[in-house]
């Protein structure tokens, strides 16, 4: 039997458009993927759309999000996991993911961690948000993350997410740095045991030659600018073993909006202040730091 095989590429500046009509599944039935790029100023995402030839069945998904997001899920439809479909997948994969990883980076480890751990609080003194992320110091040089995706089951990296939800965890890890030089990675705080550096979006602790991430913006939980070109971390204060940052959101100059957070690096408790301007912040870390301390050790 003679298959038809027709594919149609089509690339521009912001977007490719992709048709494919040919037995994906190798049943001897014509099988059709049409796959595009959508966005805006705010959103975007690959669509992909394939039809069964056989039995003419219709599977949809897609990677629409926000331009926030330096971390997305995409659930796989329970119709398209079924094991004879397995083919589908796999071409799918191809057309709207970006390259495959076994396991998440650590930067990327500190965002599930937080995410699966973590408590907002509503009457007290000082914090509204407690989060435990307590990733590991790491021996040798610093690697800077990339855009990738892992394979993504239950609630294992979600705790939001139910044991029968299936699909992928795409990481967008080129935000932490404006180009694949890493021009912003910097170094914005040091003493005698820690150097602290930033890139567009994470903090790293270097400490005897080890490091681990302490900070990584994440628009579910941290909140975060609504486009991830802009940067946002700011201020970085270290104090002992404790490091106090200026999270930007938006805004420009005094006017940005912002949120603040005290975040101990041996422990990977991170808490999120209950002030917004920065001169309700200088004001309560100058007048009660020794009992901002003291309350952050005891939250469990």
Same mark, same amino acid.
């Given at each position: 039997?003679?298959? =038809? ?7 521009? !500046? ?11 599944? +190798? ?6 993927? @049409?796959?595009?790029?959508? +966005? ?12 069964? /030839?056989?039995? #003419? @069945? ?20 329970? !119709?398209?996991?079924?094991?004879e479909n397995q083919p589908f997948i796999e071409e799918i994969k191809k057309v709207i993911l970006p390259k495959w990883r076994e396991s998440p980076d650590p930067s990327l480890?500190?965002?599930? *961690? !937080? *995410? ?7 009457? $007290? ?8 992320? !307590? ?5 040798? #040089?610093?690697? &800077? ?8 089951? +239950?609630?294992?990296? $979600? ?7 299936? /699909? ?10 404006? #180009? ?11 003493? *005698?045991?820690?150097?602290? =550096?930033?890139t567009s979006h994470g903090l790293i602790a270097n400490k005897e030659g080890n490091y681990k991430w302490i900070f990584v913006t994440d628009s579910q939980l941290t909140g ?6 802009? @940067?946002?971390? /700011? ?11 200026s999270h930007e959101l938006r805004g420009y100059g005094d006017d940005f909006e912002r949120n603040y957070f005290l975040i101990d690096i041996e422990s990977g408790k991170v ?14 870390? &100058?007048? #009660?730091?020794?009992?901002?301390? $003291? ?6």
């Amino acid at each position: 039997m003679k298959y =038809l095989l027709l594919c149609f590429i089509t690339t521009y !500046a912001v977007s490719q458009n992709i048709t494919k009509i040919e037995d994906i599944n +190798g049943d001897g039935y014509i099988d059709t993927l @049409e796959s595009y790029y959508s +966005g805006g100023s705010d959103f975007g995402g690959k669509y992909c759309t394939l039809i069964d /030839g056989k039995s #003419n @069945e219709k599977f949809e998904i897609d990677t629409w999000g926000s331009f926030a997001q330096i971390q997305q899920t995409v659930l796989i439809p329970p !119709a398209l996991r079924r094991e004879e479909n397995q083919p589908f997948i796999e071409e799918i994969k191809k057309v709207i993911l970006p390259k495959w990883r076994e396991s998440p980076d650590p930067s990327l480890q500190w965002i599930i *961690n !937080a *995410n699966n751990s973590n408590y907002r609080l509503s009457d $007290n003194t000082f914090f509204n948000l407690i989060i435990f992320s !307590a990733t590991k110091w790491i021996e040798g #040089n610093l690697k &800077l993350p990339t855009t990738y995706y892992i394979d993504f089951k +239950g609630g294992r990296y $979600n705790r939001r997410y139910q044991k029968e939800d299936e /699909g992928w965890l795409i990481y967008y890890g080129h935000n932490h740095y404006r #180009n694949p030089t890493g021009d912003s990675l910097l170094v914005v705080e040091s003493s *005698n045991q820690y150097k602290i =550096l930033r890139t567009s979006h994470g903090l790293i602790a270097n400490k005897e030659g080890n490091y681990k991430w302490i900070f990584v913006t994440d628009s579910q939980l941290t909140g975060s600018p609504s486009k991830l070109r802009w @940067e946002s971390i /700011g201020n970085v204060i270290l104090k002992d073993q404790y490091v106090l940052l200026s999270h930007e959101l938006r805004g420009y100059g005094d006017d940005f909006e912002r949120n603040y957070f005290l975040i101990d690096i041996e422990s990977g408790k991170v808490g999120r202040l209950k002030v917004q301007s920065k001169k309700d912040y200088d004001s309560l870390i &100058l007048n #009660n730091w020794e009992s901002i301390i $003291n309350e952050f050790y005891i939250l469990k």
